[in-house]
């Protein structure tokens, strides 16, 4: 197959050269390394970076979540307040299925 294409003969004669010469081996080798090591290096910031924006965003949503959350169980009370329903206000807070069924009631 070398024979049959110029550059993969020429690929081949290169590499017979560097084979038989340590010192330009030995330096291939360090160039390569040097190579690996750079990009393992990129990709390792660039994860960490991911990783940082990832929790970023989990923790703004987490924010988004408990201002909602806020938001609905306060139209809730003020929902019950305003028909005089002081007592579900009272159960509501101490139980989250009576809670949930308000919710659903009140359509929040």
Not at 67 to 91: P, V
Request: charged share 40%.
């Amino acid at each position: 197959m070398a024979q049959t294409d110029e550059y993969i003969g020429e690929a081949c004669e290169t590499l017979k050269k560097l084979s038989a010469d340590e010192r330009k081996r030995l330096e291939y080798e360090a160039r390569e390394k040097a190579l690996r090591d750079y990009n393992s290096q990129v990709k390792s910031y660039y994860d960490r970076g991911l990783a940082a924006g990832q929790e970023a965003g989990r923790a703004e949503g987490r924010a988004e979540g408990r201002a909602e959350g806020r938001g609905r169980i306060n139209a809730l009370i003020l929902k019950l307040a305003e028909l005089g329903r002081m007592e579900d206000i009272t159960r509501a807070a101490a139980d989250s299925a009576y809670q949930e069924r308000l919710l659903r009631e009140f359509h929040l």
